[in-house]
């Protein structure tokens, strides 16, 4: 019962920005981990920035310094802010969340972010 709807994709220039939000509901009484992850055609998906119990924000060492993913917990928000965008960075990008009461995981249905001249 768990819905993840995700916002913000769409075309930008290289080095420009886009925010990407991801929005939970359901009945999800405590969340272990959310997060966004991305795939390009041919290419495994990876995670690019995200955070578990621990605390600790893990971000994919191609993103370093250049995104920031951000959660509310209370809201059950996930934000990722892509600043210096390359064309490299193109894929579907999708909100992930796994909640601890089955620890399945949950995942939005996409939202495609392309970075062109």
């Known amino acids: 019962q768990v819905q993840l709807v995700e916002s913000g994709g769409g075309l930008v220039q290289p080095g420009g920005s886009l925010r990407l939000s991801c929005a939970a509901s359901?009945?999800?009484?405590?969340?272990?981990?959310m997060g966004w992850y991305r795939q390009a055609p041919g290419k495994q998906r990876e995670l690019v920035a995200g955070?578990?119990?621990?605390?600790?924000?893990k971000y994919a060492d191609a993103v370093k310094g250049r995104f920031t993913f951000s959660r509310d917990t209370a809201k059950r928000t996930a934000d990722l802010q892509m600043n210096s965008l390359k064309p490299e960075d193109t894929a579907v990008y999708y909100c992930?969340?796994?909640?601890?009461?089955?620890?399945?995981?949950?995942w939005g249905q996409g939202t495609q972010v392309t970075v062109s001249s």
């Open positions: 955070v578990t119990n621990s605390g600790t924000i």
């Open positions: 992930n969340l796994v909640p601890y009461s089955d620890f399945k995981n949950y």
């Open positions: 359901g009945r999800i009484l405590s969340i272990y981990s």
